[in-house]
Every structure is written in C-alpha cells, then in structure tokens.
C-alpha cells in the first residue's frame, strides 16, 4: 500500500513537468519562462472608433480613468488610451456607447453628439468609474 502512494506521487510529478515542459515549448507563447517581462512606454499603434482627431485624452492607467471628470462641447471627441496591462472598456452606464475590450496599447475614440453628463465605468472592472459632460455649444456666441 505504501508504494502505490509512491508511484502516484511519481506518475503526478512527471504528468506535471511534462505539461511544463511543453507549456515552455509552445511555438505560440510570446515569452519565455524564465525571461523578465519587458514593457516600454511606446505610442499607441492601434486605435479603434473614429478616425477624426480626439479634443482630449482619457489614459487608462492602474485600472483607474485619468481624469475622472471630462467637460467637452458637442461635437468633440475623447479618446481613450489604454496603457494597462489588463483589458478594459469604456461603456456608458445608459448604454449609449460602448469601445468593447481595449487591449494592452489600444485606444478607443467617441464623438459626443448630444449634450449632458455621461457617466461610463469597465465592464470587466465595474469599480473603475469616470464621467464626461458634454455642454451645448449653443448660446455661447450669441449676444
């Protein structure tokens, strides 16, 4: 009886450095084990949405929303640049948008076409939280 506990224990352990070993070895894994990951603060190469130039920049940075509070006009976008190394998205609490998920270097820009505040949150990190008040443009060059 001892021994079988014996030879399960070695049957686990060589199960689990085989599994390992080939984890290691996956042609698809984009760093090895034992190497350090390194980051660098490049530009964002990748953006989602609009192509139309953003009048001010969220940064998504430790899974906060920098700044929390944004005031634009309408017709002015924002653009959110996610320089986390977790997914995140920035979705409208009345759902009125939403960038899907936002990987590592990826930026996301909305254009805000009606005026009012628009609090948004990361649906996969629901505590992250930010609004954008969107003021009418109308009346301000009127006399």
């Given at each position: ?25 996956n ?92 609090p ?24």
């Open positions: 009886m001892k021994y079988r506990s014996y030879i399960l224990v070695a049957v686990v352990s060589a199960v689990l450095v085989t599994l390992l070993h080939l984890y290691g070895c042609p698809q894994s984009t760093q090895p084990l034992n190497q350090p990951k390194v980051t660098t603060n490049q530009p964002l190469e990748q953006e989602k949405g609009s192509t139309q130039k953003a009048n001010a920049t969220v940064k998504i940075h430790n899974f906060k929303f920098e700044p929390t509070t944004l005031k634009i006009n309408v017709g002015e976008s924002i653009k959110f640049a996610n320089s986390d190394e977790e997914p995140h998205t920035v979705t409208a609490t009345d759902g009125s948008f939403d960038s899907k998920a936002l990987d590592t270097e990826e930026a996301w820009t909305h254009t805000f076409t009606k005026p009012g505040a628009f948004y949150i990361c649906a996969i990190h629901p505590f992250m939280k930010g609004t954008v008040t969107v003021t009418s443009t109308k009346g301000k060059n009127e006399t």
